[in-house]
């Protein structure tokens, strides 16, 4: 089955411990992208990456860093988490190039104490 | 970052009846997208459209790409109780430093009284 995954689905962690959150699709996507969805913000892009070894902020990239050193895997790590980073976090990817169409993971639900 | 202005933010409504929501741009677009998110889920392609005026449908529901190419429209016709969720618009805006990038509207939030 085509899809995009994201491991964890729920995380509680503490302020200043280091995690990835990871994300992985089977669809053979050039371009992936890390957003953000908090209650009355929407969805906010944090970095993009159009292929492998080629990533870019988003709107939101502070606090955050990603890598693509594989097409089918884009991990987000947050080096030293803050409550401010408490969200729901999505990974989607696209084909790339005209296709524009992104396909969205399940999500992962962080909380930062 | 830029924003589409989808509209309404929210509505409720009764099973049977129809709901039409929308998103504009102040900037010209060349794809416009439609998703579904269900309560702590992730955001489910509905309908994506290509060119100016082009009309599509997938089951009970239909969206149209304006002539403008400056706004969007979906439609759903005798809403059932599991459309609820919330509507989102998205699009690319065609310029060179975007690149595979979508605009995001806030969403509308729909509910169903069975």
């Known amino acids: 089955e085509a899809q995009v995954t994201q491991n964890p689905r729920y995380l509680i962690t503490v302020t200043g411990k280091k995690l990835t959150v990871t994300c992985s699709q089977n669809?053979?996507?050039?371009?992936m992208s890390w957003y953000r969805q908090d209650p009355g913000l929407g969805l906010r892009q944090i970095y993009y990456?159009?292929?492998?070894?080629?990533?870019d902020k988003g709107d939101v990239p502070e606090g955050y860093k990603v890598s693509r050193k594989e097409k089918r895997n884009f991990p987000l790590i947050l080096e030293s988490p803050s409550p401010n980073q408490t969200s729901l976090y999505f990974c989607?990817?696209?084909?790339?190039?005209?296709?524009?169409?992104?396909?969205f993971g399940p999500g992962t639900r962080l909380t930062v104490t | 970052g830029q924003q589409l202005n989808q509209s309404p933010q929210s509505m409720f409504i009764q099973e049977g009846e129809d709901v039409s929501m929308n998103c504009t741009s102040s900037?010209?677009?060349?794809?416009w997208l439609w998703y579904k998110q269900d309560p702590g889920e992730g955001p489910v392609l509905l309908i994506a459209?290509?060119?100016?005026?082009e009309l599509t449908s997938n089951g009970r529901l239909t969206a149209q790409f304006g002539i403008t190419r400056k706004d969007s429209f979906l439609n759903i016709s005798a809403s059932i109780p599991s459309d609820v969720g919330i509507y989102f618009c998205?699009?690319?805006?065609?310029?060179?430093?975007?690149?595979?990038?979508?605009?995001f509207g806030k969403g509308t939030k729909l509910s169903v009284k069975p």
């Open positions: 459209l290509y060119k100016a005026g």
């Open positions: 669809m053979n996507h050039e371009y």
């Open positions: 998205a699009g690319h805006d065609n310029y060179g430093g975007s690149q595979g990038n979508l605009i």
């Open positions: 989607a990817s696209s084909l790339g190039g005209l296709h524009y169409e992104q396909y």
């Open positions: 900037s010209i677009f060349n794809t």
């Open positions: 990456s159009m292929n492998v070894e080629v990533t």
